[in-house]
């Protein structure tokens, strides 16, 4: 909560802002009496301050005609852009009814809703009841000068998570005055009829149920319990967006597949709910009634059912309480109404149960008016042994009343990192980024809604590091959160400041350091019982529930105290262990010195983090730390000697890259290559070229790749490195490979192979250990890259011989070249036609891919994995996977292997006759042939000539067989040539039963059974 300090410190918070503007206001004012104008000014003001309060928002300025309103102040709320969205219309509407004087003046107004992070204070006579200060007011008034007369535009911030409650045009794109960037923007008409949040989502669509089998089983026997007559009452709570209207939404469903009269109601935090409500929804629902259908209709409707059910006498208690003759509801007094409307609603729950047992499922009951809570206890009491199954859904913390004797509570847990692994790939199902999931669980803290808003807030052009650096956290999850931040009392909340600016955990010893005079016990007791953050009794700290709570905290602190408070951490915790206190502390050090502007200092110690994490193959860790310390040293002006430490760190940084390859990679390292050239660093600039060489090999520009591999082979040998120039014999090698320049990729291989294999042995020249793994893991790769020449020339004994050591060389270490051999594996095998060996060698490289966050061999084992389920199952599904793999490699520009794949998704496309598909990706394929990339050209000319003799074009199949023919010869490809020639067979009809019988022979020969058995099964059709 904003506290009206007198001190005008102000604070940082997430608000929504509505910017209103008279039209016309010049002209209206020169043609008219200034008298007259300032009456309609007094009145248009009096009108916005009763809207904008009624929707909980403030006036924080008026100006000559217009005004600016936040929602948010001085208590932030989870639905305040739509609180502002609704205040603008309504405004609109209201103004669109005054009637100033018979000039026949039309007053109108035009609007901007914006939602973002404002610094707000105390404001004075001068500048109203808050000043608010924020590029968010700017955008606001920037959007209302954009609305045309009578509109509302309303900023995608603001609108996000609100959509569904309004009718509004398809977004556009705005360029607004003074904005480097589009705004994205929604030009909103009128309310819809949503109602609640979870209908908002139906709306949209829910994500498919994940998990809560135990909660919904014990629901379910409630279910069960009350349909044999016994009155049963759950209590359903959890955390907001913890999953209870989803789990009560899925009860609906077998409540009603059972037969069960479901009824449901709900409580609203917004607007005036109306006495009752959850009942009176409920109520409607037992008649069919529609709130936008004509009252006297519905009425009738109510008169002839009660006389049905012969309860004609408790007719007008009915009626009025739906509002449908007499008093409205909600406006007689408590104990009357509760008298009356259980005199008349027991006896209509009593004649219901003669037909059916009822399920009631009341959500949202931290709302629930006094009076609805009082019904609930009568209700309870009444149905005790009648067959009514009563669930209450609310949120955690809510009183209940004593009186209420529950048959099942139930608390909704947070997700496991499995649960949220389900719901991620659910919402990103096209998506295979593998590191994404632990990071998103954490910040979500399992919270199914988080992990929506996050997910969806993730940038789909962006891969999963970058995406997640850039998330940017929903307005949605910034009020909801705020909301519960802004309850708390002064000291837990300044504590929990402190806290987030220490980390996601923080230590009592920490807290206590940095948290001045807050009373530590209690304040960290109210946190507890909050459920914003749990205790780790292991290491005698604390931690944030939800990582993104400790985001939005951090946001609020200002940030001058948040260097202050980094700078006491870092110096507390440099003395702790410097007294031995507590062990070696570098990234959190790298942190907090980074936090308290202190970047030499914070160099130093990521880099020395990176360090250790290298030491312990935490791959993934010591390239963030590296990426921090070269962040760090760009802040720093750099002399030579800076240089060369910049350069040392990027070094290091790109040893680590090695298994997360990604574009912006190719930048930084093309940058040391710059500076390596200013300072004449022959070395620095040997290993750069080698590893720009790899980058551009895993992007599939081989003609680039050779480039700077031979440049760094030169370099190399310059300045005498051998480690490096054993290293790049194969990274030579693996780049002629895949660009079928098979006697020179032997050549290389085989020196390099050679040379590692001494010094896996230790008996090459000794020099420092590899940054990524041990040499034996470098020679494994070597082997690797052989294996793969062999299988693409079609040997696959000498293939498999290599594989298999460089197999039992990384089996079960972990490491990252583990998936990697695999994911080779698994393509070898899909070449031979092994199709469940593929399938197996795939999937475990995707699971420890997975782990490992190697989203590229993530990618093309799950591209395999497809492709050999399919070749099982032919299944759909099973294509359909595949076609996801290779367009998500190719959005991310994985060039490696992607013309094979290309290659396998044309024949099964073209084998499914989708004939159009087919010719695309085989298109694809032959487009890599311009690129030095021929892997998957003749398995493409295969398919163009299927599709020329579906077509009957006789001659074109034979022109792109032969193409086919003369790729396989030149490069003298044994397995391509009997694929061909299978092909040509198949095509051919009949085809000649001599020629096919011999390819049965080389197929058997090539250890291909698979296509043999198809050969065979070609030859005895052709014997007939
Ligand atoms: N078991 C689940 N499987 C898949 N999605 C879920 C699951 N539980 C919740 N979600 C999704 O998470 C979002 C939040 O869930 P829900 O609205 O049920 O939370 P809630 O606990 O009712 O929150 P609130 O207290 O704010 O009402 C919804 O969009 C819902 O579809
Ligand atoms: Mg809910």
């Not at 007053?107 to 914006?114: C, F, K, N, Q």
């Not at 899909?830 to 060996?837: D, L, T, Y």
Request: aromatic residues 6%; proline residues 3%.
């Amino acid at each position: 909560m904003l506290e009206r300090d007198t001190s005008g410190e102000g604070q940082r918070v997430h608000v929504a802002v509505l910017f209103s503007d008279l039209c016309d206001y010049s002209s209206y004012s020169e043609l008219t009496d200034p008298e007259e104008v300032d009456s309609l000014k007094r009145s248009l003001e009096e009108l916005a301050a009763r809207v904008v309060s009624k929707h909980h928002g403030v006036i924080t300025q008026l100006y000559g005609d217009g005004i600016l309103a936040v929602f948010g102040l001085p208590v932030p709320a989870e639905d305040d852009a739509r609180r502002a969205i609704e205040a603008a219309l309504e405004l609109h509407e209201r103004v669109r009814q005054l009637i100033v004087d018979d000039s026949g003046f039309e007053v109108r107004m035009h609007s901007g809703v914006h939602a973002g992070l404002v610094f707000a204070r105390a404001g004075d006579a001068l500048h109203g009841q808050y000043e608010v200060t924020g590029d968010a007011v700017n955008t606001a008034s920037r959007l209302a000068s954009v609305a045309a007369r009578d509109q509302v535009v309303v900023s995608g911030d603001a609108m996000r998570g609100a959509e569904a409650f309004f009718v509004s045009e398809p977004s556009m794109e705005l360029q607004l005055k003074g904005k480097r960037s589009p705004v994205l923007a929604y030009l909103v008409r009128s309310r819809s009829g949503v109602q609640t949040r979870f209908e908002a989502r139906m709306q949209a669509g829910l994500t498919p149920y994940v998990g809560r089998t135990r909660e919904l089983d014990s629901l379910l026997r409630e279910l069960a319990e009350a349909r044999k007559g016994q009155g049963r009452l759950a209590l359903l709570s959890g955390a907001p967006g913890i999953g209870k209207t989803r789990l009560l939404e899925e009860l609906r469903t077998r409540a009603a597949d059972s037969g069960m009269l479901v009824l449901s109601g709900s409580c609203d935090s917004y607007g005036e709910m109306p006495a009752l409500e959850p009942f009176l929804q409920a109520l409607r629902q037992i008649f069919g009634i529609q709130r936008s259908g004509s009252t006297a209709e519905a009425a009738a409707v109510v008169e002839n059912r009660l006389a049905e059910y012969e309860l004609d006498a408790h007719k007008d208690v009915i009626l009025s309480l739906l509002a449908l003759r007499g008093a409205s509801s909600g406006v007689v007094s408590v104990p009357i109404a509760l008298a009356t409307t259980f005199r008349a609603m027991g006896p209509l729950i009593e004649r219901l149960c003669e037909e059916t047992a009822i399920a009631l499922l009341l959500d949202d009951w931290q709302w629930a008016d006094p009076l609805s809570k009082q019904v609930l206890l009568r209700i309870t009491r009444f149905v005790a042994k009648r067959p009514v199954c009563i669930v209450v859904g609310m949120r955690e913390s809510t009183p209940i009343d004593p009186r209420l004797h529950a048959t099942l509570t139930l608390n909704l847990e947070p997700f496991s990192i499995e649960e949220s692994r389900q719901v991620i790939s659910r919402l990103r199902a096209h998506d295979l980024d593998v590191g994404l999931t632990s990071a998103l669980h954490e910040r979500s803290g399992g919270n199914p809604l988080y992990l929506e808003e996050l997910v969806g807030s993730l940038s789909e052009d962006l891969r999963g590091e970058q995406s997640l650096a850039r998330l940017h956290i929903p307005n949605t999850l910034q009020g909801l959160i705020q909301a519960r931040t802004a309850r708390l009392p002064a000291d837990p909340k300044r504590l929990l400041q402190r806290a987030s600016v220490i980390g996601l955990e923080f230590s009592e010893a920490l807290l206590a350091d940095a948290s001045d005079s807050v009373p530590l016990q209690s304040a960290l007791a109210q946190l507890l019982e909050e459920g914003l953050i749990l205790p780790v009794a292991e290491r005698n700290a604390f931690r944030f529930k939800h990582g993104i709570t400790r985001e939005i905290v951090y946001g609020s602190v200002r940030i001058a105290e948040r260097r202050r408070i980094h700078h006491e951490v870092a110096n507390a915790l440099e003395q702790k262990v410097a007294a031995r206190e507590l062990m070696e502390q570098s990234e959190a050090l790298a942190f907090h010195f980074q936090g308290s502007g202190d970047h030499e200092r914070a160099a130093t110690y990521a880099e020395q983090a990176g360090d250790k994490a290298a030491a312990s193959s935490f791959i993934d860790a010591a390239r963030r730390h590296y990426e921090a310390a070269r962040l760090a040293l760009d802040q720093l002006p750099l002399d030579a000697a800076g240089k060369r430490r910049w350069l040392r760190v990027v070094s290091k940084w790109a040893g680590q890259c090695a298994y997360a390859p990604s574009r912006p990679q190719l930048a930084v390292l093309e940058r040391a290559e710059a500076i390596a050239c200013e300072i004449r660093d022959d070395r620095a600039r040997a290993h750069n070229s080698h590893m720009l060489g790899w980058l551009h090999y895993v992007f599939g520009n081989y003609t680039e790749s050779l480039e700077h591999a031979r440049r760094a082979f030169t370099l190399a040998e310059k300045v005498q490195d051998h480690r490096l120039l054993v290293q790049l014999w194969t990274s030579l090698g693996q780049v002629y490979s895949v660009s079928g320049q098979y006697e020179l990729a032997r050549e290389h291989l085989d020196r390099g192979i050679e040379l590692k294999r001494d010094r896996a042995a230790g008996t090459g020249p000794r020099s420092s250990r590899p940054p990524t793994g041990g040499p034996a893991v470098l020679y494994a790769h070597a082997l690797t890259c052989r294996a793969m020449v062999n299988a693409d020339i079609g040997d696959f004994r000498l293939a498999d011989r290599d594989l298999q050591e460089a197999l039992s060389i990384v089996a079960g270490t972990s490491h990252a070249m583990e998936p990697s051999v695999l994911s080779h594996h698994s393509i070898v095998l899909a070449r031979q036609g092994h199709w469940a060996r593929c399938f197996d060698a795939a999937k475990h490289a995707c699971r420890l891919a997975a782990r490992l966050n190697s989203d590229f061999v993530f990618g093309i084992s799950s591209a395999m994995a497809s492709y050999a389920q399919w070749r099982v199952d032919a299944s759909s599904e099973a294509l359909t996977q595949l076609r996801n793999a290779v367009d998500w490699l190719e959005s991310h520009q994985f060039g490696l292997y992607i013309s094979f794949a290309y290659g396998c998704l044309a024949e099964a496309f073209e084998e499914t006759a989708q004939l159009e598909l087919a010719r695309d990706y085989a298109q694809r394929a032959l487009e890599r042939v311009a690129r030095g990339d021929p892997q998957g050209a003749v398995a493409a000319h295969r398919v163009l000539a299927r599709l020329a003799a579906r077509r009957r074009d006789p001659a074109e199949g034979e022109r792109q067989l032969q193409a086919a023919r003369e790729l396989a010869r030149t490069r003298n490809l044994r397995r391509e040539l009997a694929l061909t020639a299978l092909c040509s067979a198949e095509l051919a009809q009949p085809a000649a039963a001599d020629s096919v019988q011999t390819l049965v022979q080389s197929f058997t020969e090539l250890d291909m059974p698979w296509y043999a058995e198809r050969a065979a099964r070609l030859a005895r059709a052709a014997q007939k």
